[in-house]
């Protein structure tokens, strides 16, 4: 089992910063790409930031610029730090997580989220 949790959200006001952290554990032998995805009210979800196993980063056209997504192998944690921020990245923040697990498979696991709000 694998458990993904997110943490770091809350309520800011418009150009302000937040830091969101998604923690991965439990049977992992090693994780290949990370994703941090958002969904507003009513809307799908979209694709916020990726990140490699080897570090290659990429980034929604909204939130280049603004946002930086890094991760620390050792601890299995990849962060979002999220600057100048605006209401429309209001919404639910989620992370997928692609794991290699130890009998060699490979699993997809979603966390239970974090709420991002961003007052004008």
């Known amino acids: 089992q694998v458990q993904v949790v997110e943490s770091g959200g809350g309520l800011v006001q418009a150009g302000g910063s937040l830091r969101l952290s998604c923690a991965a554990s439990?049977?992992?032998?090693?994780?290949?790409?990370v994703g941090w995805y958002r969904q507003a009210p009513g809307s799908q979800r979209e694709l916020v930031a990726t990140i490699t196993s080897g570090g290659r980063t990429n980034y929604a056209d909204s939130v280049k610029g603004r946002f930086t997504i890094s991760r620390d192998n050792a601890k299995n944690t990849v962060d979002l730090q999220m600057n100048s921020l605006k209401p429309e990245d209001t919404g639910g923040y989620y992370c997928?997580?692609?794991?290699?697990?130890?009998?060699?498979?490979?699993?997809?696991?979603w966390g239970q989220g974090t709420q991002v709000s961003v007052s004008s």
């Open positions: 439990g049977s992992i032998a090693s994780i290949n790409a």
């Open positions: 997928n997580v692609e794991v290699n697990s130890p009998d060699t498979r490979r699993y997809s696991y």
